[in-house]
């Protein structure tokens, strides 16, 4: 695990909203409110608008962390929460709303897909139950949002959807996800829009990288993924190189998250605690850092 990747951990988090897709084993989306969603945007800076469901969310706030000092980056909210946007049938009807959450977009990371290809009828699941939207419906549906988006002036990018295993619940096939990716980038061909391949990127890496027998992944394979979206954003709109934390050992860390208690700047002991976990080779290392967040966490309150 790189260094950059613990110093985004305490980030890694999903919301939930009312009416919305029933939380899934293995999301993160209970965590939200540990954190703050609200974007304090800074008016000289571009701004860019994550759509996408559960796993979206989970890369939001690393994403936002990625990019600081070089972009607004936004999602839908619902209170003080994060939205999941859900199937593309919800997309079209609340395309207006997300759009209309700044007054102009540099730039749209998006993806639907998840939800259209899952199998679930009330509380039955199975293999044996057509997915939530069709494929034809779920071109039609990205058409739709694709016009809208593509008139605020943004340079659009979609995201595939990501890979899962057999057996996740809801049932969801492997092979849908790869049909629904297909369908998905021939409407993306159609209207030039550019793909972010999440789903070859993260294939042959469920293991190290997804929560077992799950479509969710673990806090690693969020800041993973986030990292990607974030160089891939970055180099597109030549914002040049994202921002990665720099602590080279487990006792740097825990020494400067440390003195930054003393000095009651907790988000920046965040931070170093954060590579401290990466760095810790010992359960018990491992445990002290998470009562040091637990701490610093608390005074953010």
């Known amino acids: 695990m790189k260094m950059w990747m613990s110093a985004l951990l305490v980030l890694v988090v999903a919301g939930a909203q009312a009416k919305e897709p029933t939380i899934e084993p293995g999301s993160f989306e209970k965590k939200a409110a540990r954190h703050s969603w609200e974007v304090k945007a800074d008016p000289k800076m571009p701004n860019m608008l994550i ?20 972009a607004n980056v936004y999602r839908p909210l619902s209170g003080a929460g994060p939205e999941n946007c859900g199937d593309s049938a919800k997309a079209v009807d609340n395309i207006d709303r997300w759009l209309a959450i700044a007054p102009k977009w540099n730039v749209i990371h998006f993806n639907w897909g998840l ?30 949002v694709i016009d809208k988006m593509k008139a605020t002036g943004a340079r659009l990018i979609f995201a595939s959807t990501t890979a899962y295993p057999a057996g996740v619940k809801p049932c969801r096939l492997p092979e849908d996800a790869v049909k629904y990716n297909a369908a998905a980038l021939e409407v993306m061909k159609q209207n030039g829009v550019l793909v972010n391949d999440l789903y070859a990127f993260t294939a042959n890496r469920l293991e190290e990288l997804q929560n077992p027998v799950n479509v969710h992944f673990s806090q690693k394979g969020s800041i993973v993924i986030s990292k990607q979206i974030a160089e891939m954003v970055a180099k597109t709109m030549n914002w040049g190189d994202i921002t990665l934390p720099n602590f080279t050992s487990y006792s740097a860390a825990i020494e400067a998250g440390n003195d930054l208690i003393r000095s009651k700047e907790f988000n920046k002991a965040i931070g170093a605690f954060e590579v401290a976990m990466e760095l810790s080779k010992t359960p018990r290392q491992s445990a002290q850092v998470l009562k040091k967040l637990e701490q610093c966490r608390a005074n953010l309150k």
Do not use: C, M
Request: proline share 8%.
């Open 115 to 144: 939800h259209d290809l899952k199998r679930i009828d009330g509380k039955k699941t199975g293999p044996e139950i057509p997915p939530a939207v069709a494929i034809t419906d779920y071109k039609k549906n990205l058409q739709i």
């Open 51 to 70: 759509l996408g469901d559960s796993i979206s969310i989970g890369y939001t706030l690393p994403v936002r962390q990625f990019l600081k000092g070089k």
